[in-house]
C-alpha cells in the first residue's frame, strides 16, 4: 500500500469510525452504524472493509494492495439515554457525506459541531415531557387525577435525586436503585398519612417504576442478536439485568421497612381495572408527546409520534378486549405493528425509526401495573406473587421482540428493489431533516468516471482523538470534490457486514453477493 493510498484510507476511516462512535453514543441501531459506516468507507474509496464489533468495540482494518494492514479501535459508549433529534442529525451527516452533496471540509466541520451541540431540549423541558408521560401512565393503569398529578411530583424528585448521585460519581446502578426506593418511599408515606388510597399509590408506583425499566436496551439487545452481533447483544443482556436487579434492589429495601408497618399489603392487593376504552387513545397519545419530549425529539416529529402511539394502543386495546389474548402476545403484536410503522417512517418520511417507536412504545405498552404489583406482591407475600412477576418479565421481552419483527417485515420489500436494478442506498438508513431530497439511484453495476473520481477524492480526517489522529487535507482536493457525488457500488458497500469474531469471518458480506441485501 502506497504511502499516499495509506494516508488517504486513514482519513476516510477516521472520518467514519468518528461519525460511528457518535452514532452508537446516541442509541443508534449497530446494524445501520456498520451500514454507515462501510458506506462512508466506500464513498471515500476504500473497498472491502472488514469491520468487527465486539463488546463495547468497534473495529476496522483495510488491507490495501496486500501489505501491513491499516486497523482502527474506538470504544463505545451506550446506555438507555436518548435524543432523537440528534439521531437525525448523525444520520443526515452520514448520509449527505456519503452521496457527496456536501465537501470533505465541510462534512469534517458539521460533525465537530455535532460532537460539541446540547441536547435538542434543555433538561427542564426534557423533565416537563417525563412528568407529562408518568402522569399519562398513572392514567392508564386507572389512576385518578389526584394521582396522577403526585405521579408527576414523584417523577421529578426521584429524577433529582439520580441527577445529584450522578454528580459525585455514583455508580448507575446505585441510581436506578435510589429512584427506586425514591418512588416506592414516596407512595408508602403519602399512603400511610392518609393522602392516597391505596388504588392510588399503586397507579402512581407503577407508573414511575416502568420508567425505570432498561425497554431501550432491550429492544437494542433484540437487534443485536437478531441482526448477526452476539457480542453487543451479550454486553445489553448484562445491562438490562444489572438495572432490573437495581430496581428490585432499591424496591426490597423500602419493602422491608413497609411491611413491618403493614402498608404496602394494602397496595400490593388493590385490582387496577383497565381504562374507558374512549381514554386509551387519548392518554396514549398524550403519553407519547411526553416521551418525545423527554427523549429529545423535535417539534417536527411531535406529530408523527402521537400517531404512533395512538395506533399502538388501539392495537393493544383490541389484543386485550377484542381477541381476549393475554398480556404479553397483545403488546407483541402492538409492538410489531408499531415497528412495521416505523420501517415504513424510515423509507418514506426520512425519520430515525425511533422517532417512531420510543414515543409509541412507551405511550401505550408499558406493563405498568404488572411490573408494581408482581414486585409489590412478592415481597408482601402474597400467593400466586410469581405469575405477576413473570407476565411483567415475559411482557417487558415481548416489547423488544415485537419491535425488531416489524422493523423486519417492513424491510421485506427492499431485495425485491434490489432485484429490479435499483441498489438501496445510505439513505434508507433514515435521515434526513435537512438536506433537500435524497441523491439520484444508479445501478449497482454503472458508476460513471466522475463519480469514482469524485469517490477517491473523498478524504476526511476527524476532530476526535478518540478515534484517529488530527490530519489535514489540501486545500486544492477540497476544491475540488462536487457535490453531485455518488456513493460507489450503493448496494455492494451498504449490503452484509463482514465481521470477524473469534479469529473466524463472518459469512454476511459473502452472503451479499449471492443474494439481494436486507437493509433493514
Known amino acids: 500500500m502506497a504511502v499516499d493510498e495509506r494516508e488517504r484510507a486513514l482519513r476516510v476511516l477516521s472520518f467514519a469510525l468518528d461519525v460511528a462512535m457518535q452514532m452508537f453514543r446516541q442509541g443508534i441501531e449497530t446494524a445501520v452504524v456498520v451500514r454507515t459506516v462501510r458506506g462512508l468507507a466506500s464513498a471515500g474509496g476504500v473497498e472491502d ?12 482494518q483495510y488491507c490495501g494492495g496486500g501489505e501491513e494492514p491499516l486497523v482502527l479501535f474506538g470504544s463505545v459508549q451506550a446506555n438507555d439515554a436518548r435524543d432523537i433529534g440528534r439521531m437525525g ?21 458539521d460533525a465537530g459541531i455535532l460532537a460539541q451541540a446540547g441536547p435538542t431540549w434543555p433538561w427542564y423541558g426534557s423533565l416537563l415531557g417525563g412528568c407529562l408521560l408518568a402522569a399519562m401512565i398513572c392514567l392508564q393503569a386507572n389512576g385518578t387525577v389526584l394521582a396522577a398529578v403526585v405521579s408527576a411530583g414523584l417523577f421529578v424528585f426521584a429524577n433529582r435525586a439520580g441527577w445529584a448521585l450522578s454528580t459525585v460519581g455514583i ?10 426506593s425514591t418512588v416506592l418511599a414516596g407512595a408508602v408515606s403519602l399512603l400511610s398519612l392518609g393522602v392516597l388510597t391505596g388504588h392510588e399509590a399503586a397507579s402512581l408506583s407503577a407508573a414511575n417504576l416502568v420508567l425505570l425499566l432498561p425497554i431501550l436496551s432491550l429492544v437494542s439487545l433484540v437487534e443485536d442478536a ?49 381504562l374507558p376504552p374512549a381514554l386509551v387513545p387519548v392518554t396514549a397519545l398524550v403519553g407519547a408527546l411526553g416521551n418525545a419530549i423527554l427523549m429529545g425529539t423535535p417539534a417536527r416529529w411531535w406529530l408523527l409520534a402521537c400517531g404512533a402511539g395512538v395506533v399502538t394502543s388501539l392495537a393493544n386495546w383490541t389484543g386485550r378486549s377484542v381477541l381476549g389474548l393475554s398480556a404479553p402476545v397483545s403488546i407483541f403484536l402492538a409492538t410489531t405493528v408499531l415497528g412495521v410503522l416505523a420501517g415504513a417512517a424510515a423509507r418514506t418520511l426520512k425519520v430515525p425509526t425511533a422517532a417512531v417507536t420510543i414515543p409509541g412504545l412507551t405511550g401505550a405498552v408499558l406493563p405498568g401495573p404488572a411490573m408494581y404489583l408482581g414486585l409489590s406482591q412478592v415481597f408482601a407475600r402474597v400467593p400466586g406473587s410469581g405469575d405477576a412477576v413473570a407476565e411483567a418479565i415475559v411482557s417487558t421481552a415481548a416489547i423488544g421482540v415485537g419491535v425488531v419483527l ?5 424491510a421485506l420489500r ?11 442506498c445510505l439513505t434508507d438508513i433514515g435521515p434526513s431533516a ?13 458508476v460513471t468516471a466522475s463519480a469514482a473520481l469524485s ?27 462536487r457535490a453531485g457525488s455518488a456513493v460507489h457500488h450503493g448496494a455492494d458497500a451498504l449490503g452484509g457486514c463482514e465481521v470477524q469474531r473469534g479469529g473466524e469471518t463472518d459469512r454476511q458480506h459473502q452472503r451479499a453477493h449471492e443474494r439481494p441485501p436486507d437493509f433493514g
Open 171 to 180: 455508580a448507575e446502578f446505585f441510581q436506578v436503585a435510589a429512584k427506586a
Open 455 to 481: 469517490a477517491c477524492r473523498f478524504r476526511l480526517s476527524t476532530r476526535c482523538g478518540q478515534s484517529a489522529r488530527e490530519s489535514a487535507v489540501p486545500p486544492d482536493e477540497l476544491a475540488q470534490h
Open 89 to 109: 442529525d448523525w444520520e443526515a451527516l452520514a448520509v449527505r457525506a456519503a452521496a457527496g452533496t456536501i465537501s470533505p471540509a465541510e462534512a469534517e466541520r
Open 414 to 424: 427492499r431485495p425485491a428493489a434490489a432485484m429490479s436494478g435499483e441498489p438501496a
Open 406 to 410: 416489524g422493523l423486519q417485515l417492513a
Open 49 to 60: 472493509l472488514r469491520i468487527s464489533v465486539g463488546v463495547r468495540a468497534i473495529h476496522l
Open 434 to 446: 435537512a438536506g433537500g431530497p435524497p441523491p439520484p439511484r444508479r445501478h449497482r453495476h454503472s
Open 226 to 274: 437478531v441482526g448477526d452481533f452476539p457480542l453487543m447483544a451479550a454486553a445489553r443482556i448484562v445491562t438490562v439485568l444489572l438495572l432490573t436487579g437495581a430496581i428490585a434492589t432499591g424496591v426490597m429495601v423500602v419493602v422491608s421497612v413497609a411491611n413491618d408497618l403493614d402498608i404496602l399489603g394494602e397496595a400490593s392487593r388493590v385490582h387496577l381495572a383497565a
